[in-house]
């Protein structure tokens, strides 16, 4: 059973920094790229970043390039994202998303984590 699992959500200051967590089991996570989207009250989910199978490559939206930092570590099945710097205008559902594109594309979503910036 495939799992996606976030967490480390939760209430900050702007100016604050959060990391969250995705716990993956059920399939094989060295062989599957991994992102981070992000889903504002009344807006459309957005790629926040991505980061290859074996780590060796990142891509981040532009408002989040400097502040944010996408890792993963493939011995814990664990993939990262560390937030600095943050906006109220970061508040959303942060969203774990597993991608592997053979003759099949799979694709996996955890259930979210709450994101709060806020005094």
């Known amino acids: 059973q495939v799992q996606l699992v976030e967490s480390g959500g939760g209430l900050v200051q702007p100016g604050g920094s959060l990391r969250l967590s995705c716990a993956a089991s059920?399939?094989?996570?060295?062989?599957?790229?991994m992102s981070w989207y992000r889903q504002a009250p009344g807006k459309e989910r957005e790629l926040v970043a991505t980061i290859t199978s074996a780590g060796g490559s990142t891509n981040y939206a532009d408002s989040m390039k400097g502040r944010f930092l996408i890792s993963r570590d493939n011995a814990k099945n664990t993939v990262y994202l560390q937030m600095n710097s943050l906006k109220p205008e970061d508040t959303a559902v942060y969203y774990c998303?597993?991608?592997?594109?053979?003759?099949?594309?799979?694709?996996?979503w955890g259930q979210g984590t709450q994101v709060t910036v806020s005094s």
């Open positions: 998303n597993a991608k592997r594109a053979t003759v099949i594309i799979y694709d996996y």
């Open positions: 059920g399939f094989t996570f060295s062989r599957y790229a």
